[in-house]
Nanobody, 120 residues
Framework: VQLQASGGGLVQAGGSLRLSCAAS????????KGWFRQVPGKERDFVAA????????WYADSVKGRFTISRDNAKDTVYLQMNSLKPEDTAVYYC??????????????WGQGTQVTVSS
């Protein structure tokens, strides 16, 4: 059972990145998916979530209007399109899955992180 995040990197402020998170070993197409981020020494913060159908999405206030979460259930992959990146978006980004859509609740599975660094 694995969630594999990819797509992180170094980008200048104002630039864009797209993160991907592919599932393997288990079918997560019916699970809600989410993205979180963590800066060293701080708690992991919620970024965005999407229900299994893609019909409902939730965003942290800090990323609304800049980030877009989407999913492709045929590929069992969730994406995070990040535009207008700011230095404060620098963090390790994690994807997660949960059986029932509850962005503020517990998440059942976590992927490894991918580093996003935004230079000023």
């Amino acid at each position: 059972v694995q969630l594999q995040a990819s797509g992180g990197g170094l980008v200048q402020a104002g630039g864009s990145l797209r993160l991907s998170c592919a599932a393997s070993g288990r079918a997560f197409s019916r699970y809600a998916k989410g993205w979180f981020r963590q800066v060293p020494g701080k708690e992991r913060d919620f970024v965005a979530a999407i229900d299994w159908s893609g019909g409902s999405k939730w965003y942290a206030d800090s990323v609304k209007g800049r980030f877009t979460i989407s999913r492709d259930n045929a590929k069992d992959t969730v994406y995070l399109q990040m535009n207008s990146l700011k230095p404060e978006d620098t963090a390790v980004y994690y994807c997660a899955a949960q059986m029932y859509s509850d962005p503020g609740g517990l998440w059942d599975y976590w992927g490894q992180g991918t580093q996003v660094t935004v230079s000023s």
